[in-house]
């Protein structure tokens, strides 16, 4: 079955660096493009960014734009997220999660992980 | 950028109630609508794509409709297990820009 497993959260000082990492499994690693999706506590869901099933293309949500970064390693089936400069606002679960269409991004998400939480506090 | 807008942002209901909640996208998204179910501590599950195409395994009292900008998702018969809140998701401006709404809290009155 699909599993996605994120790791890498925990409690980092405001304007440190910290990088998630999605490890996957149960799917065509190198078809699909892949999310990373965030929840601050009590908070509504936010779209962050996404890596087409090759890597070539990436995007961005305008909050987190110049600071994060998506990655991956088809070679590992694992997506990364690299996280600077972060600020106390980004504090929050982070999921990784898959897009539903081969090859092409279609931007419905239909795995999730189980999420991170990442605190960014002094 | 597309802005949606959820309403009601909580709501109570009894089992067995039918249960509508209210997507609207500040423009035309063409049925590019997602609907999904969370329950607390756990990820978002897929419900209904297209608006209103039902994910497998996603039980038939569950149904989406609308067009242009408005949407609803209807459940019809609500049991216990589906208190939960629920998230609509434009993907019409694809793969730029993805946008949920805020949320819809369903909880037992």
């Known amino acids: 079955q699909v599993q996605l497993v994120e790791s890498g959260g925990g409690v980092v000082q405001p304007g440190r660096s910290l990088r998630l990492s999605c490890a996957t499994s149960g799917f065509t690693f190198t078809s699909y493009g892949l999310h990373w999706v965030r929840q601050a506590p009590g908070k509504g869901l936010e779209w962050l960014t996404l890596i087409s099933f090759d890597g070539s293309q990436k995007y961005y949500a305008d909050s987190v734009k110049g600071r994060f970064t998506i990655s991956r390693d088809n070679s590992k089936k694992t997506v990364y997220l690299q996280m600077n400069s972060l600020r106390p606002e980004d504090t929050a679960v982070y999921y990784c999660?898959?897009?539903?269409?081969?090859?092409?991004?279609?931007?419905?998400?239909?795995?999730w992980g189980q999420g991170t939480l990442v605190t960014v506090s002094s | 950028d597309i802005q949606m807008t959820q309403s009601p942002s909580s709501l109570s209901a009894s089992v067995g109630d039918r249960v509508t909640i209210t997507c609207r996208a500040s423009?035309?998204?063409?049925?590019?609508l997602v609907w999904y179910q969370q329950k607390p501590g756990r990820a978002p599950k897929l419900l209904l794509y297209?608006?209103?195409i039902l994910e497998g395994g996603v039980p038939s009292r569950f149904s989406g409709s609308g067009s242009g900008t408005d949407y609803t998702l209807t459940i019809g018969g609500l049991q216990p297990e589906d208190f939960a809140t629920y998230y609509c998701?434009?993907?019409?401006?694809?793969?730029?820009?993805?946008?949920f709404g805020g949320g819809t809290k369903v909880e037992i009155k």
């Open positions: 297209g608006a209103s």
């Open positions: 423009q035309g998204i063409n049925s590019c």
């Open positions: 999660a898959k897009d539903q269409e081969t090859v092409v991004i279609r931007g419905l998400i239909d795995y």
């Open positions: 998701q434009q993907y019409y401006t694809t793969p730029r820009q993805l946008t």
